[in-house]
């Protein structure tokens, strides 16, 4: 073995001997955009696609008939869509309360904001529910004490927004202070404790209403309110509501 | 650069020089490369953005996503596919069929681990459980015990994957759900402090399984400018060690770049999120060397 060699055997020794140990030495980071120059991989969407038509077909099967169009900015302090909604929110929900509890849901409050798209005159479909209602909140009854359903309607007579209502009245005066708030034609009685249905997202503070805080009672009905969209356009014919005396400032 | 510089000043190594390449020659493939593609708040977007949409016309979509990824694992077949959760919720295919679809897919585009996100529970713990036999995948969580809970056993810690010699530790960490979700949906799912979670996990993947390379699957959020008490992917980063890529998720946060951040005794470690709907998909090269001395310099970080 010469000089040479040696050197070698020692060089293969080194570095078979760090042969095994890895050591990161460099990362390289970016992040590249999905856009539509990418090509498609066919069979991915050919597995998608009978998923879509179904879900399609189905978003586009008709299930009522709208005879107008219905916006949200339609009506000063009620409008036809916020009413159907708060009354489609009563009457699909109340069995279920009432089935639960024995009680009866007293009124309903949503929030206008939660309305998030029109309806189109024409067929009603079940894509019409999700557009409405994108969002997955559901249907709770709150047992609310007098004085918070005085902070509810002072906060209603503040806001001057079409927030949808059922079976709740409110009267403004000429000048848009508070006049009068019943129930089944009687005045509410803040010395009572009442049933408010109302969704999820408003329970837990949502719009700032923050009255629901502090309640008796949380009933969760494990009801999403685009499934009361969908289960009360099924049962009905034609969709025709309209902007009616719910919530009202007197003209003179 | 420094390398030559260090050979230069070797004697054995000048040598070696001598010797011809030879020697070199041998050793060339030294330089591993190990790739790391990842996604996160997908939220059941499987097709692309319409052209109309006011936000992300044309974007996106898991066909497209297909492609990309197959071009870049025929590049690289020493490639990692990963997801940081909210893998659910966000179009009416998750209303139709519960994550079906979703699980499916990612199971085609042969994605490797999962984390769990906040969303994955909205049809309930039961509901998520309901999907995993469409999972070809693994789910990992370090600091969610659902050892009281159906999913018992189906989400490990961490994983190790051996690509090309190079050993991979993959952990998730969760979101803490209290307040985020409701408890019916989550159950006796238990959450764990994500960072003392995050320090036996690279206890573990470090001292016990000598691993490589060691990857969070996070989705505790990016970072939480106003609530700095709150555990976030760069607060964690800042105070754990040994962990080399954090992907992140929860806040739907678009990077210019993935961020630079000094760990707990002051290397760099990258932070990384891709934003939300499958419209972006991060990529992470690791560059391996068989050489002590180069890495005795550090590693340099291209971002």
């Known amino acids: 073995m010469n000089y040479k060699h040696f050197i070698l055997l020692v060089c293969l020794v080194a570095f078979s001997s760090c042969k095994k140990e890895v050591h990161l030495n460099k990362v390289e980071g970016k992040q590249i955009n999905i856009s539509d120059s990418l090509d498609i991989d066919q069979a991915v969407e050919d597995f998608i696609k009978p998923y879509r038509d179904h879900v399609n077909a189905n978003l586009d099967s008709v299930l009522t008939y709208a005879v107008d169009t ?57 894509r019409t529910a999700y557009e409405v209602m994108p969002f997955d909140n559901s249907t709770v009854v709150v047992k609310l004490k007098g004085a918070q359903v005085k902070e509810l309607i002072d906060y209603l007579v503040k806001a001057k927004r079409a927030h949808p209502i059922s079976k709740l009245n409110i009267v403004l005066d000429v000048n848009g202070n508070f006049k009068s708030a019943g129930l089944n034609g009687q005045n509410i009685d803040f010395n009572k404790t009442y049933n408010v249905a109302t969704n999820d997202y408003l329970y837990n503070g949502g719009d700032r209403m923050d009255f629901f805080k502090t309640n008796d009672s949380l009933y969760v009905l494990d009801y999403k309110i685009r499934n009361v969209l969908i289960d009360y356009f099924t049962k009905i014919d034609t969709l025709n509501p309209v902007i009616d005396n719910r919530f009202i400032q007197l003209k003179n | 650069m420094k390398r030559r510089e260090f050979i230069q000043q070797t004697a054995a190594a000048s040598a070696l020089i001598g010797l011809g390449g030879m020697g070199l020659t041998s050793f ?51 490639t990692l596919l990963l997801d940081a959760g909210d893998i659910f919720q966000g179009t009416p295919y998750f209303n139709y069929y519960g994550g ?57 810690p961490y994983r190790i994957i051996v690509k090309d010699g190079i050993k ?7 979101i803490e759900l209290s307040g985020l979700v409701d408890k019916k949906m989550y159950k006796e799912t238990k959450y764990l402090d994500p960072t003392e979670a995050a320090q036996e996990m690279t206890r573990i993947l470090k001292q016990d399984e000598q691993c490589d390379l060691i990857i969070c699957l996070s989705h505790l959020g990016y970072n939480y400018r106003n609530r700095p008490e709150k555990i976030s992917d760069l607060k964690l980063a800042e105070v754990t060690k040994d962990i080399d890529l954090i992907i992140g998720g929860h806040t739907h946060t678009f990077l210019k770049k993935p961020t630079v951040v000094k760990n707990s005794i002051g290397e760099n470690l ?8 499958g419209i972006n998909l ?16 550090g590693k340099s970080i291209i971002v």
Not at chain 2, 106 to 133: C, E, R
Not at chain 2, 270 to 277: A, E, F, I, S
């Open chain 1, 70 to 126: 219905y916006s949200k900015g339609d009506g000063e302090y009620n409008t036809a869509i916020g009413n159907m909604m708060a009354d489609a929110v009563y009457e699909q929900s109340n069995p279920i309360f009432k089935g639960r509890t024995g009680e009866d849901i007293d009124f309903v409050l949503l929030n206008h904001g939660g309305i998030r798209a029109i309806i189109s005159k024409g067929n009603v479909t079940t």
């Open chain 2, 100 to 156: 079906e679809l979703e699980f499916k897919l990612m199971s085609m585009l042969k994605y490797d681990v999962a984390t769990i996100g906040n969303h994955d529970f909205d049809n309930g713990i039961d509901g998520l459980y309901a999907q995993l036999p469409h999972a070809e995948f693994d789910f990992v969580s370090a600091n969610y015990d659902f050892t009281n809970t159906i999913m018992d056993t189906h989400v490990k």
């Open chain 2, 28 to 78: 060339a493939p030294a330089t591993k490369k190990i790739t790391i593609l990842h996604t996160n708040d997908v939220h059941s977007h499987i097709d692309a953005f319409g052209p109309d949409d006011g936000r992300n016309p044309n974007q996106g979509g898991v066909a497209r996503r297909a492609s990309l990824i197959a071009a870049i694992r025929k590049e690289n077949p020493n």
């Open chain 2, 270 to 277: 990258l932070v990384n999120q891709v934003g939300c709907y």
């Open chain 2, 282 to 297: 991060g990529r992470i090269d690791f560059y391996f060397d068989a050489d002590k001395n180069k890495a005795a310099n």
């Open chain 2, 168 to 174: 991979i530790g993959v952990f998730g960490l969760g």
